[in-house]
């Protein structure tokens, strides 16, 4: 290249060649450099997700009901958890992704991993580094699924409710043996919630300072209201719609009506063929049990029969001498 | 008959050397390169097969305290307790089409639920059942490795009265990748 030329700079093939190889040899290490990380930030979430969804499967056989268990990353993860109520048995969807320094802080399109036998409620994207997470079984009438709770422990509850209610009582258990949970979740009065806490009021009625309204058998987040029953079959259904969005539980509750109404064909099926005579009598209740389950609709219209079926069920056969379940 | 002499200036001649060395690099980058992503490969099987392993035993676990499998009364409950009537009820639940076979996870190829003890012979089927040794609940594959549990496999059994009556057994699970 010469500057002495006053009508123009010369730049001579040596000079162009180098520039446009340069350019092009440049352009493909960086855009090589982006696909590796990009790469291996998706390997490396697809095997944080798996291992998650690995991760549960103790929590969910009530190995570890009763209790809570923390779940640590290695560093700061935001989790998805969606759900598809369509099929026979629907889908827990969960996507996990790491926090990175380089590019988004996380993963805008994270791979998901699909399972048919988890019930997860909790809210549908949480971050955070230590998760808690308990477990409740739904009987209704006959063992349907372990409900999985999941919350960040940077969340709060709290729970306005007496310590001497079954709630109380339970969530009481639970923060002694955890300090986390200890951390995230109080119960009391209202005026002794941290600010920055979810309040979840029972029977007071909805707005005030309350985020959550429990009245009756309904739970009232903002606009919406959803449905559970505290009855007989415990208090699953009720920390379901407190942890998770209403949409959301409303889909899980269509999912565990699915799988409680092939439960039932199976029980009609041990019934059949019990060589020891096991739930005689019980084959026509099942029968209209699996249909109504499988056409469960939503909490507010068809909760209320299901359950109420699910406990007359339960009576016909703990009079047996030799129940179904 | 007159020579034909090609003369290169020297200009001519560096700009071959350099495109020689810029070829030369690629070269020797692309070979590097599907070296180390050789490498990356096999390292990523391995460890996609050690999490299949571990979750295969863990879902053998899982499966056996299903509320489809685990044996449970209104009453009462018992950890890694098979009730059988249930087990064989599934197996022509699945035979029958119910789309169990994909619950556990579409990786799960086999699941199957054999007697240890006392010994017995042959799949269960409703005309011989109890008296069998193996329930075959699904079987995608014929080429499979199968991980498994010790359990107890309980029934009703209605001699002497009526009593629920357990047995040693395993529940074995067979997922995509095992070897």
């Known amino acids: ?325 | 008959m007159r020579s034909l002499v090609v003369r290169y200036s020297k200009a001519q001649l560096k700009i071959q050397e350099m495109a020689f060395v810029i070829v030369a690099i690629i070269i020797f980058f692309l070979i590097a390169g599907i070296f180390i992503f050789n490498i990356w490969r096999t390292g990523l099987k391995k460890d996609i097969e050690m999490q299949r392993i571990e979750k295969s035993s863990e879902i053998a676990l899982k499966i056996a305290d299903s509320p489809e499998l685990g044996w449970a009364s209104s009453t009462s409950s018992c950890d890694n307790c098979i009730d059988l009537d249930k087990a064989l009820s599934l197996k022509e639940r699945i035979s029958s089409g119910s789309s169990y076979k994909d619950f556990w996870g579409a990786d799960i190829s086999s699941i199957r639920i054999r007697l240890i003890y006392p010994q017995k012979n042959g799949e269960c089927n409703k005309v011989n059942y109890p008296n069998c040794k193996t329930i075959t609940l699904f079987n995608k594959t014929e080429d499979f490795h199968y991980v498994g549990s010790y359990v107890s496999l309980c029934r009703h059994d209605e001699k002497k009265g009526g009593y629920f009556k357990c047995e040693l057994g395993k529940i074995e699970v067979s997922a995509k990748g095992l070897e």
């Open chain 1, 1 to 325: 290249m010469s500057l002495n030329n006053k009508q123009g700079f010369e730049f001579s093939f040596g000079w162009i060649f180098a520039l446009l190889f340069g350019a092009v040899i440049i352009f493909l290490a960086v855009y090589m450099a982006f696909n590796i990380v990009a790469g291996e930030r998706r390997a490396s979430d697809v095997g944080l997700t798996k291992s998650f969804d690995t991760l549960l499967y103790p929590v969910g056989t009530g190995l570890e009901s009763n209790k809570v268990t923390q779940i640590t990353f290695p560093v700061e993860t935001r989790l998805m958890f969606q759900c598809n109520s369509n099929g026979d048995f629907g889908e827990q969807i969960i996507k996990t992704s790491a926090s990175s320094s380089l590019g988004n802080k996380y993963s805008q399109n994270p791979i998901n991993v699909k399972s048919k036998d988890k019930y997860i409620f909790a809210g549908s994207s949480i971050e955070g580094k230590d998760f808690l997470t308990f477990v409740q079984p739904l009987n209704l009438p006959f063992d349907v699924a372990d409900l999985v709770y999941f919350i960040s422990a940077k969340q709060k509850y709290c729970f306005i409710v007496s310590k001497t209610s079954s709630v109380g009582k339970e969530l009481d258990n639970l923060k002694k043996n955890n300090y986390y949970f200890n951390k995230s979740v109080f119960i009391g009065d209202l005026n002794d919630c941290p600010a920055d806490s979810n309040k979840v009021c029972f029977n007071s009625g909805a707005g005030s300072n309350c985020n959550i309204s429990i009245s009756g058998n309904q739970v009232i987040k903002g606009n919406k209201i959803v449905y559970f029953d505290g009855g007989e079959i415990g208090n699953s259904l009720l920390y379901a719609a407190v942890f998770s969005e209403s949409d959301y539980y409303e889909c899980q509750v269509k999912r565990l009506n699915k799988r409680a109404s092939e439960l039932a064909k199976l029980y009609i099926e041990k019934q059949k063929m019990s060589p020891a005579g096991c739930g005689l009598g019980l084959g026509a209740a099942l029968e209209t049990y699996a249909n109504l389950t499988k056409n469960f609709n939503n909490t507010k219209n068809s909760l209320g029969d299901v359950v109420s079926l699910a406990k007359e069920i339960r009576r016909q056969n703990e009079e047996l001498s030799c129940p179904l379940f």
